[in-house]
């Protein structure tokens, strides 16, 4: 009886905050230069300003929030009306969100420190002895926990790469542009890492997808402005203009 007063309850929610025309809220978390807050505190990034060009297009009233990314990952999962980028997308999460598109594509390599010259890898078998780095509910983690690995799991990349530094972990996945970026932000030397191993199985597109109690209508607006923006040569120009940096 409780869990049907709770569903019912939902759904009342969810439809006085479409009858009130209340704004989608779209979660994010810091992960530059895909999405991220800048110096006066607005959130930016390759992956920010597609979305927003695409929520533009849609006619639609949004705001984004940018949380740690378990968080993030668990609203778009039982709240209504919630959209989040940029989410890889997997076999495993195919059926929890419904899905607009592409905003990103993504190469993820696991990094090492190149003074650990003895750390080496022609296959994911070679560092079963090793602690690997992963973020919360992200899915370079998942994959590597389901394979079996030991994973430092930590809430966000930064705490990653300063463990790495430390020595506390022996390589960590990300993307090469994502890297450059943790590198700034931290004061760490790029030249200080190098790839180990490309994650064939995690290296993919990355995408904005909405809770399943998103209208329909909605996630449909958002896909049609997404597809013109691909074919008016603007998608293209914003993934050119951040690759340059």
Known sequence: MKKIVA????VLMWGASVAHGEP????TEEYAPYNF?????????????????????????YRID??????AYRKAQNEPNIAIYTI???????????????IADWEVYLYKLKSR???????????R??????????????????????????TDDVSNIKKLQLGRIDAFPTDEVALLELAKTTAIDFASMERLLKLESVSSDLSLAFSLNTPDDTVN????????????GTFKKIQTKWRRR
Not at 7 to 10: E, T
Not at 24 to 27: D, G, L, N, S
Not at 88 to 102: C, H, N, T
Request: proline share 1%; glycine share 8%.
């Open 88 to 102: 890889a997308r997997s076999a495993e999460r195919e059926s929890l969100f419904k899905w607009v598109g592409v």
């Open 7 to 10: 569903v019912v309850l939902v």
């Open 221 to 232: 607006r958002c896909r049609a402005a997404l597809e013109r923006m691909k074919a008016d």
């Open 129 to 154: 002895t090793f602690v690997l780095g992963g973020v919360r509910d992200d899915v370079r983690a998942a994959y590597l926990l389901g394979q079996g690995f030991a994973v430092d799991l930590v």
């Open 24 to 27: 989608i809220v779209v979660v």
């Open 117 to 127: 010259t003895q750390l080496k890898a022609t296959k994911l078998d070679d560092l």
């Open 37 to 61: 807050t800048d110096a006066s505190g607005a959130i930016s990034g390759l992956s920010t300003e597609v979305v927003r060009e695409v929520f533009k297009r849609a006619g639609l009233d």
């Open 66 to 71: 940018s949380v740690p990314w378990a968080r």
